[in-house]
């Protein structure tokens, strides 16, 4: 059996975005950001949010959406 | 499936249901009416040809045919729910349906605030998290991190405060020590032009900035057209501008302060539609506008109070 590394232990999802989301506030604390840097973190924030929805919601868009 | 299909499947079988019914129920009626015709029948004809003894239950045979005649006849015809009652049913079906669409609706507009207010929340955190490890900056640096605080908050208006395509304004003001005056730091507006136009400056307690300031409380007006709001939150005669009334209907006013402290500065919304920043929920299930504010404004601070210990060396 082969055993999985310790650096390829997975990641919650909601860790994922939480990285993503303190590496763009880390360069727009230093007042260097990009362009893009405001724009990624608004993306991962509204990703985040959806993470947190209650599954059930997104059950009842797609059954009205059918 | 759609809400238009599901609503004439609805309809539709609740109208199979009670054709069944009204079937069966006609169905009952004339057994009801033919049986009780043939008892009562038999027991008149018997009473004639049966011995006297016998009599007494031949007249309990009319009777008992007399009274289910009169239930298949009466009775049954009093509770008669034809295909209008069916379709009223329906309807109240339908209605019914509806309204727990529109529950679903709300809750998921609730769930999507706080969810949303929740992550906004967490780039603050990260954003004083990572301001606190990066020590002393200039002021400019600290300036482009309450801008993209304020940006943030900015990006999920709709969203948090309701805010859409409108004569918006949001801005943080900084306290001067030097001149003693509130000024403006950040501004956001719809337009570039807008923002980059001069601001004015407040005197604490002069408008709604100075007064929230001065008395270190959040001021909020849902209407400052009102008699009473505009009494007490215009700005001075030398200060007041035209445009003001137009373009100030709703204002939220928010002290940066830790602690009760003296605050730093005022965070600052307003807006040109009526009611959009109010003080008390109206209870009709809409979200409070004000908290996403005061979220920010507890925020900024915090970073405040953190660039004056890094800067200086002063104690928290």
């Known amino acids: 059996m082969s055993r999985i590394a310790r650096t390829d232990w997975p990641v919650s999802d909601i860790d994922k975005l939480d990285q993503d989301l303190g590496k763009q506030v880390s360069q727009l604390s230093t007042g260097r950001a990009s362009a893009n840097s405001a724009s990624e973190a608004t993306r991962i924030i509204r990703e985040r949010a959806s993470h947190m929805m209650p599954p059930v919601f997104a059950k009842i868009r797609r059954d009205r959406s059918k | 499936m ?53 009599k007494q239950y031949c007249y309990a045979a009319w009777v008992v045919g007399l009274a289910a005649a009169f239930v298949g006849g009466v009775v049954v015809a009093f509770i008669d729910d034809g295909e209008p009652e069916a379709l009223s049913i329906a309807n109240e079906a339908v209605s019914e349906l509806r309204a727990q669409d529109a529950e679903i609706d709300e809750l998921e507009a609730e769930f999507t605030w706080i969810t949303h207010l929740y992550a906004v929340s967490q780039f603050y955190r990260e954003l004083i998290e990572a301001a606190f490890l990066q020590g002393n900056v200039s002021p400019q ?6 801008a993209a605080m304020l940006d943030q908050l900015l990006a999920e208006k709709e969203t948090l405060l309701g805010v859409r395509d409108e004569r918006w304004n949001f801005a943080i003001y900084l306290y001067n020590s030097e001149n003693g005056l509130l000024e403006c730091d950040t501004c956001r507006r719809p337009t570039r032009a807008e923002e980059e136009a001069p601001h004015r400056s407040w005197s604490p307690g002069e408008g709604h900035i ?77 979200r409070d506008s004000v908290e996403p504010m005061r979220q920010l404004a507890s925020a900024l601070a915090l970073l405040e109070r953190l660039h004056k210990v890094s800067s200086t060396g002063a104690t928290a």
């Open chain 2, 2 to 54: 759609k809400r238009t299909d599901l609503e004439a499947r609805i309809r539709k079988r609740s109208s199979r249901i009670f054709e069944t019914y009204v079937s069966w129920r006609r169905k009952i009626q004339i057994g009801f009416v033919v049986f009780g015709v043939v008892v009562a029948g038999s027991g008149e004809a018997l009473s004639n040809m049966v011995p006297e003894d016998y």
């Open chain 2, 210 to 286: 100075g007064l929230a300031f001065q008395s270190k409380r959040r001021i909020i007006a849902a209407n400052t057209s009102e008699p009473e709001a505009s009494a007490l939150f215009d700005a001075p005669e030398s200060k007041r501008l035209e445009s003001d009334r137009a373009l100030y209907k709703s204002i939220a006013s928010i002290p940066i302060l830790l602690n009760n402290e003296q605050p730093v500065g005022v965070l600052v919304a307003t807006t040109d539609v009526e009611r959009r920043f109010s003080a008390s929920r109206d209870g009709s299930g809409s």
């Open chain 2, 141 to 146: 640096v600290q300036k482009s991190r309450r």
